[in-house]
């Protein structure tokens, strides 16, 4: 089994996901618009560019997302961060550095009394984060 962050946007998926390929250091491997997706034929020209389905693979971890459609509420994301656990300092400090690029620090990238280093923010996207390098057990 595996679990996977699935995010949903108001218009702005793509931009999200090709920030992330670049700061996650991914690669997306589909990104399907709703004007492409069967039995979308008939959406309005405005929602046809959005995104119905992005993938972006990190090594052997995935990230999702699409755009919500226009015929339902949008709220943001809420009440969930995506926590990104790192192998060195050195690479938190780099995810860390990338993912605040117009976003807003919540907790800087320090040491904590349970990891080397953590922080928080959430990022220009709306997304909210977690980077999280523990200590050697």
Request: charged share 25%; glycine share 8%; hydrophobic share 40%.
């Amino acid at each position: 089994m595996q679990l996977t962050n699935y995010l949903i946007f108001n218009g702005k998926a793509e931009a999200a996901f090709k920030f992330y390929e670049q700061a996650l250091r991914g690669r997306i491997a589909m990104m399907m618009r709703f004007g492409e997706a069967p039995g979308c034929e008939n959406m309005p020209p405005e929602t046809r560019d959005l995104l119905i389905h992005v993938r972006l693979e990190i090594g052997d971890q995935v990230l999702m997302a699409s755009d919500c459609p226009p015929d339902r509420p949008y709220d943001g994301i809420k009440g969930c961060s995506v926590s990104v656990q790192v192998d060195t300092v050195a690479e938190g400090e780099r995810l860390f550095n990338a993912l605040k690029d117009n976003g807003t620090v919540q907790m800087p990238y320090e040491k904590t009394f349970w990891a080397e280093r953590f922080a928080m923010l959430v990022d220009q996207f709306g997304v909210p984060w977690m980077i999280n390098c523990e200590k050697d057990q």
